[in-house]
């Protein structure tokens, strides 16, 4: 397992369209992490997961946004209507439960909405 | 509210010189702090990483120090190497949480 991966890397759909990221974590990391990010900014956090259990999500998270991750091992990140202010990068990140541990970045899906 | 801010947005320094970039924290809470470095096309890779009990730590070329009364990072890397060239960012962990709060990060560029 060479890290984390996303699916797909980009992603263009028109408004109000619905879309679904797949995020597949390091295999022994049971942290995982969605963040958003935008021009100029650093990552925003959105949620995370502690095997399959969702365990914080932001505010930023509106209902139009769901993530999940079934068996604790990939996740899917989905966001219903589509709005032109959802355009951002998707990172997702894992990390293992030991303490103070770093998250390490998957490469990321582009989204572009039209 | 920006919790962690790198106020600046770009440093150009020579090859084999030490670069200098910094990082300010306003939430007390915080107790662990990373640098991560960004190739465009590419997600954050992890540099290095700091906790609150420490001032200092080394990892090669890598130095992260931490000043908690003044609410403040810096990553010095030496000697720079065109190599280093990217975006930085500073991220900060509260107690009892696990997400990271990213600064708006530096771009770094090292001249040959």
């Known amino acids: 397992d060479t890290g984390v991966s996303q699916n797909p890397r980009h992603k263009i759909t028109k408004r109000g369209q619905n879309v679904t990221f797949r995020c597949d974590p390091i295999?022994?990391?049971?942290?995982l992490y969605w963040y958003r990010q935008t021009l100029g900014q650093g990552p925003e956090f959105l949620t995370y997961?502690?095997?399959?259990?969702?365990?914080?999500k932001s505010r930023l998270l509106s209902d139009r946004f769901s993530a999940e991750r079934p068996k604790g091992s990939f996740s899917t990140l989905e966001i219903q209507r589509t709005e032109q202010g959802d355009s951002a990068m998707y990172l997702c990140a894992s990390s293992v439960t030991t303490g103070y541990d770093e998250q390490y970045f998957g490469p990321g899906t582009r989204l572009t909405v039209t | 509210d920006q919790q962690v801010k790198q106020n600046s947005p770009s440093l150009s320094v020579q090859e084999g010189r030490i670069s200098i970039l910094n990082c300010d924290y306003t939430?007390?809470?915080?107790?662990?702090f990373l640098w991560y470095k960004k190739y465009p096309a590419e997600g954050p890779t992890f540099l290095i990483s700091?906790?609150?009990?420490?001032d200092k730590n080394e990892d090669g070329r890598f130095t992260v120090f931490l000043n908690k009364s003044a609410k403040h990072l810096s990553l010095h890397i030496v000697p720079s190497q065109p190599g280093d060239s990217a975006v930085y960012f500073c991220a900060a962990s509260a107690i009892g949480t696990y997400k990271y709060i990213f600064g708006t990060g530096t771009r770094l560029k090292v001249l040959a």
């Open positions: 997961f502690q095997n399959e259990a969702q365990l914080e």
């Open positions: 700091i906790s609150s009990i420490k």
């Open positions: 939430n007390s809470m915080f107790d662990y």
């Open positions: 295999s022994e990391h049971n942290r």
